[in-house]
């Protein structure tokens, strides 16, 4: 047996029969809404009296123009969250808490350093580490040293004082002694 058979020819493809479009809905007149109806006398009454409440309300909203300025200044003050959106209330109030901090810390390093001058006090608050602060504030109180209190005039007394006596004050005064 021998085995003849045809190769076999692909077939062709099939072309895809349209579908039947839907049938078309009859038009149908449009409905107009109750809203599209002439108002008529009660109507246009009740239009006018709302009219004249929203007048009377934005007549005593005036009044609180004052209001909106305040406001608007603490909005200015507190920031505006449409500003930052990102920033919130609590963001802000730990920042002012941190700033208050370091503010208090800066005071107590100038005050247990004995620094009193203002541009010193300002150059220990850009500092933000604390033991650079406190190394800073040595360095400006061996700056500071100078006496808080004027010398004693030995000539201010209830006795006179020889001319020895005057001419060591003299001394003294141009020349203090180093050795405290």
Do not use: C, W
């Amino acid at each position: 047996m021998s085995d003849t058979t045809t190769p076999a020819t692909p077939a062709a493809p099939v072309a895809e029969q349209p579908k039947p479009a839907a049938p078309a809905a009859p038009e149908t007149p449009v409905q107009r809404d109750a809203a599209d109806e002439p108002l008529g006398q009660p109507g246009l009454k009740a239009l006018q009296a709302e009219r004249d409440r929203v007048t009377a309300l934005e007549n005593e909203l005036k009044g609180f123009k004052p209001l909106k300025e305040q406001m608007d200044a603490l909005r200015g003050i507190f920031g505006d969250k449409a500003a930052d959106p990102g920033k919130d209330i609590v963001t802000t109030l730990q920042d002012q808490v941190a700033e208050m901090r370091h503010d208090t810390l800066v005071e107590r390093v100038a005050r247990s350093h004995g620094i009193s001058d203002d541009k010193d006090v300002a150059v220990l608050r850009a500092i933000k580490d604390e033991s650079l602060m406190q190394q800073l504030a040595e360095r400006l109180k061996a700056s500071n040293n100078t006496p808080p209190t004027p010398a004693h005039d030995p000539s201010q007394g209830s006795a006179p004082i020889s001319e020895a006596a005057a001419a060591d004050a003299a001394y003294q005064a141009f020349f203090p002694s180093s050795s405290k």
